[in-house]
């Protein structure tokens, strides 16, 4: 990644932003038709989302005030970019709070754009895919860590692909809040705030430990702050040392309060969560035996960027997804290809009279592609088996709304239409998720049989609740069976509240 203002005709500017737990974070790039991405802005803003978490799992009405405040900022810059030229994630606080959708509305009208909240192991694929890529990356084995706010993301891989991520439940705000929430540092909070984030990791220890990998790499705020530290108070001369990691901490203790810290390179805004990321990044050093930890200056930020113009670039991550779990599950790939193809052709005639956008084409283009992956644990009720797999699977690329969105599709592609699923996705995709479902339903109806038989030029037209089907003339006569299943799915789309007509 460039840091320069290079210009060019068929130049586009595209842009990331991470709403962490800690800070929010923007980067603004020009990306050329050679596909080099040039930074042109960066933003960061210190909101401590997560530092609102009441104990009722809400956050409070100030920390989402201090957090808009931001995304209108934010907003300003990226407002007026075109729809697939940005995006925006959410992590850990986003993910657990109980009352995320009402910040999530007010934030999207903000930056007008939507925002995924990605699941902790997607989280981690997009740090590593930004570490993999900045002067950090080596040959060979490498563990990626991340301490962010409320989650600590533990990552091996080589070369640019991620092979294992986890996601730990501890960060610099969750951990100081438990241990140093009124300031006060002694050595007996710090011993137990280590041990308790050791606790967090020991599970996931045996194949992160060292041995399983070559060099330890640390990224983002929290890990950053504290190597400027230990360098600036002359501990270590290059990354971090875990021997700098203990004189840091004795030091602190020493000092006793996070009003009195006293340390060289540390910035006023990192001091309040500072207690808490020492012990979390201790527990990591011990718990996984490193001795000393290289620092990326790239991370979540980079990773979603680079992830971004892939997809521009038609090298979309979720697209391999989809193709490893056919092959994983052993699904009938030609099968699948012929009902994408007619979803595909059904889509293309009503994309316009149901207001749906391309995003809406690849979600449903996946769904018919992964629709029968539950047939290989059952085959009368293999609709709700792949809906669950698809609900808890690892699905790299995939954010959390996209991910229950294919299950809820795969859930209702047959028999009952279920609309009780759709009310539970996210508000601004419901009315689409229930129009892309006709659509699946109807691509698998036509090709039940399973024959090598095309399916005829169908043509379809939509207005809002009504779905008209027009055969060629006497087909229908000639396939009694598709006709007879229309007929049923004239009832189950009631349910729906959708009229299909045919003729």
């Known amino acids: ?13 595209v842009a990331a932003v991470d709403l962490g737990s800690n800070s929010f974070h923007m980067i603004v790039a020009r990306l050329d038709e050679s596909g080099t991405i040039s930074v042109i802005d960066r933003l960061r803003e210190t909101v401590r989302l997560g530092g609102g978490l009441k104990e009722n799992g809400n956050l409070s009405k100030a920390s989402m005030e201090t957090a808009l405040a931001c995304t209108e900022l934010f907003g300003q810059r990226i407002r007026d970019l075109p729809r697939g030229d940005v995006r925006v994630v959410g992590t850990n606080t986003l993910r657990v709070a109980r009352n995320a959708e009402t910040f999530l509305r007010a934030a999207e009208e903000n930056f007008g754009h939507p925002i995924e909240v990605v699941s902790g192991r997607e989280e981690a694929r997009l740090i590593y895919l930004g570490v993999a890529h900045g002067r950090a990356a080596r040959s060979g084995k490498r563990l990626v860590v991340d301490i962010g706010g409320g989650s600590t993301e533990l990552i091996i891989g080589e070369g640019k692909e991620s092979e294992r991520r986890e996601s730990l439940y501890t960060g610099c705000v969750s951990a100081s809040r438990k241990y140093f929430d009124d300031g006060i540092i002694s050595q007996k909070r710090m011993t137990r705030a280590v041990i ?17 990998w070559e060099e330890a790499v640390g990224c983002s705020g929290t890990i ?4 400027n530290i230990t360098q600036a108070e002359g501990w270590c001369e290059s ?6 990691l203990y004189r840091l901490q004795n030091k602190m203790v020493k000092q006793g309060s996070v009003e009195k810290l006293k340390l060289e390179g540390l910035k006023p805004d990192r001091a309040p969560v500072l207690p808490g990321g020492v012990a979390v990044l201790t527990a990591v050093f011990e718990t996984l035996g490193i001795d000393q930890m290289r620092v990326s200056d790239q991370a979540l930020r980079e990773g979603l960027l680079y992830d971004l113009v892939g997809r521009i670039l038609h090298e ?9 779990a056919i092959q994983r599950w052993n699904l009938d790939a030609e099968h699948a290809n012929n009902v994408t193809a007619t979803v595909r052709t059904l889509f293309n005639q009503v994309k316009a009279d149901w207001g749906l956008s391309d995003e809406h084409r690849d979600i449903v ?10 047939l290989q644990i059952s085959h009368g009720a293999y609709h709700k088996r792949g809906a669950y797999i698809l609900t808890h699977a690892d699905l790299p690329g995939f954010s959390r709304p996209e991910q229950a969105m294919l299950a809820t599709l795969v859930l209702s592609h047959r028999q009952r239409f279920r609309m009780n699923a759709f009310d539970d996705l996210v508000e601004p995709v419901r009315v689409p998720g229930v129009r892309l479902c006709v659509l699946l339903r109807l691509a698998v109806l036509f090709h039940r049989g399973r024959t090598d038989e095309q399916v005829p030029d ?31 799915e004239f009832d189950y789309l009631k349910d729906a509240n959708i009229t299909l007509l045919f003729d």
């Open 239 to 244: 990354g971090i040392t875990l021997d700098a």
């Open 365 to 374: 283009v996946w769904a018919a592609q992964l629709h029968e992956i539950g």
């Open 196 to 212: 308790d984030s050791e606790l967090v990791f020991y599970p996931v220890g045996r194949y992160m430990r060292a041995g399983n």
């Open 224 to 227: 950053k702050s504290i190597r």
């Open 1 to 13: 990644m460039n840091n320069g203002d290079s210009s060019s005709d068929n130049s586009r500017i």
């Open 316 to 324: 979309d991550a979720r697209d391999v997804t989809v193709q490893s």
């Open 458 to 488: 169908v043509v379809i037209k939509v207005d809002k609740n009504f779905v008209e089907l027009h055969f060629p003339y006497g087909w229908l006569d000639q396939h009694p069976l598709t006709q007879a299943d229309l007929g049923k």
